[in-house]
């Protein structure tokens, strides 16, 4: 990727919707427009699809941004924005396309505009692949907060993929992160609150989700308490969610989606592996959430540091695509205790 002229080139060819959606935001912010050549090329169905369609309308919206390219399977997008405009918002991301990756798309560019705005997402709340709606309750929303980021959900109604549309309410105070955000050490393990969600299934489902996550953490001397959710919604569907607190204190989130066919003992077995797996590995924040954490961190004059678990795709993206808006910005080191992220504090 490189810098050269007004416009900022980005090769789109790896990292796939991602490195769009983080390029959208950070050109949004700074009022940088890019060129983004062989989007997606790497993936089975390359080019820009109907989901990342959603996401470039509603990113132009809030900054009156100019968009060639925006069609379907097309391999090269350019982006040229004018000014971030705060204000009360509404977007509709359909059934098969994930309200939270729309929703996440216009709040972190929002959230640094000087002023307030609202968000109202209709969509599915829950698709494979991607962030479910209990996720930015419990990790998303609460790791902004650490940049003093002003963000609230209003609501939540789950939509399931991918026949039902859920909605995401959210409120933004604008003005960015006012301090520095840091969790370089995760301390002593205090215990794991488990959730366990379904929408139009039989109740029994959601109790055994929640009696294997009890049985398997509670024999490894894992403390956990939890609760059962269920929700009258259109399209059946099934979450466990996994909240780990820590003495420091930090949380990390880990949430598996039921699958078609998929018993709910298998279910809560995925979201019980990723939470051992990260309490044997190292690292301060979850895989996840340590990507996401990148674009605040960036944005932020008051700088921080994490240590993220390893390298994944989605960082190595989002690292190409912020240090072409943000040059010199971020660090990232490999240590013996995982992949330490910092930056310094800076003049705005």
């Known amino acids: ?36 050549r062989d989007v997606r090329a790497a993936r089975d169905r390359p080019g820009v699809q109907s989901q990342h369609q959603i996401v470039v309308q509603a990113v132009a919206e809030i900054c009156g941004a100019r968009v060639e390219g925006n069609d379907l399977h097309a391999s090269e997008v350019r982006f040229e924005p004018t000014a971030l405009a705060p204000g009360d918002y509404s977007f509709d991301a359909g059934t098969i396309s994930s309200a939270v990756l729309l929703m996440q798309s216009v709040a972190l560019p929002l959230v640094f505009a000087d002023g307030p705005s609202t968000i109202v ?30 963000i609230a959900i209003r609501s939540i109604r789950p939509g399931f993929y991918p026949r039902e549309k859920g909605r995401i309410e959210i409120a ?50 894992v403390a956990v308490v939890g609760g059962t959710e ?41 979201a019980v592996r990723e939470l051992i797996g990260f309490l044997d590995g190292t690292g301060t924040t979850e895989l996840r959430t340590s990507d996401q954490l ?5 944005a932020s004059t008051h700088g921080g540091a994490y240590v993220a678990p390893r390298w994944s795709a989605h960082i190595r993206a989002a690292l190409d695509v912020l240090d072409l808006f943000f040059p010199d910005r ?8 995982g992949l330490r992220v910092s930056a310094d504090a800076c003049d705005a």
């Open 1 to 36: 990727m490189t810098g050269n002229g007004r416009l900022l080139r980005l090769d789109g060819s790896r990292g796939g919707g991602h490195a769009l959606r983080v390029a959208l935001g950070a050109a949004a912010v700074t009022g940088r427009g890019f060129v983004m």
């Open 121 to 150: 997402i209709d969509g599915a709340t829950h698709v494979p692949f991607a962030p479910v709606a209990s996720f930015i309750e419990d990790a998303w929303v609460p790791a902004l907060h650490r940049f003093g980021i002003d």
């Open 172 to 221: 933004l105070g604008g003005g960015g992160a006012t301090r520095r955000f840091e969790q370089m050490d995760r301390g002593e393990l205090t215990g794991v609150f488990a959730r366990s969600i379904t929408g139009a299934l039989p109740f029994h489902v959601v109790e055994r989700q929640l009696d294997r996550v009890v049985s398997e953490l509670s024999a490894r001397g």
């Open 230 to 270: 269920t929700h009258l919604t259109e399209a059946p569907g099934t979450v466990v969610q996994l909240r780990a607190e820590f003495t420091e204190p930090t949380t990390a989130v880990f949430a598996a989606l039921g699958m078609k066919g998929e018993r709910a003992e298998e279910v809560a077995g995925r």
């Open 294 to 298: 990148l674009f605040p961190l960036a």
């Open 330 to 337: 971020l660090r990232i080191v490999q240590g013996p205790d």
